[in-house]
């Protein structure tokens, strides 16, 4: 049974480095064609996909956002971390970690956490 | 990027009606697109893979088609539990990954 809990502080202030973890069992990040990845969601807004860490250990980042994310792996620990440097009132939102994976038809996200509720304000 | 679109925004609908969704890429995706519903509250759940593949668990009253730049989520017979935001999502790039900005199916 694959699950996933993310887990980080509900309150950063603005400038601030919010450190996320994605805890997770039922499958391991060594194997081959697995992912974790990162994805948010404004209140009310749509989602936005984030980063994302493969069994290879290869990272892939948001365009818009690779300057301020950071993602890595502890295998043995089944879990991953994302810092978000540099926090503004619009980061403010419910952050998912989700499982991926490389199938023969493209990426998908198969399996989600609860999401953690992060906001951001002084 | 892959910018994806989807169409409507919103809609309403009742139970028992058959209903529409469109999503269109900003270029070529062949059939790497996906389908998700996230209802109030709760985390997305995967429905639909490469177009057309029912995730497993998912009723056959949800069906996908499409390819190349235009893409549909079908509902054939609308039920209660489907009132949600339905979400596509690109899977074509191997480097950053995209989402449309969501339909959701209200109560008529």
């Known amino acids: 049974q694959v699950t996933l809990r993310e887990s980080s502080p509900a309150l950063v202030k603005p400038t601030q480095t919010l450190t996320l973890t994605c805890s997770f069992s039922g499958f391991s990040l060594s194997t081959s064609a697995m992912c974790v990845s990162w994805i948010r969601q404004p209140p009310g807004k749509a989602l936005e996909w984030l980063a994302l860490?493969?069994?290879?250990?290869?990272?892939y980042y948001s365009t818009s956002l690779q300057t301020r994310l950071t993602i890595s792996k502890d295998t043995s620990e089944n879990q991953v971390v994302l810092t978000m440097t540099n926090m503004d009132p619009v980061d403010t939102g419910t952050y998912y970690c989700?499982?991926?994976?490389?199938?023969?038809?493209?990426?998908?996200?198969?399996?989600w956490g609860q999401g953690t509720l992060v906001a951001v304000s002084s | 990027d892959i910018p994806m679109t989807q169409s409507p925004s919103s809609l309403a609908a009742s139970i028992g009606d058959r209903v529409t969704i469109n999503c269109r890429a900003g270029q070529d995706i062949m059939n790497y697109l996906n389908w998700y519903q996230q209802k109030p509250g709760k985390a997305p759940k995967l429905l639909i893979y490469?177009?057309?593949r029912l995730q497993s668990g998912v009723p056959s009253r949800f069906s996908g088609s499409g390819s190349g730049t235009d893409f549909t989520l079908t509902i054939s017979s609308l039920q209660a539990e489907d009132f949600a935001t339905y979400y596509c999502?690109?899977?074509?790039?191997?480097?950053?990954?995209?989402f449309g900005q969501g339909t959701k199916v209200e109560i008529k």
């Open positions: 860490i493969d069994w290879d250990e290869d990272t």
């Open positions: 989700a499982r991926c994976y490389y199938g023969d038809y493209g990426l998908s996200f198969d399996y």
């Open positions: 999502q690109q899977s074509y790039s191997t480097l950053t990954w995209t």
């Open positions: 490469a177009a057309s």
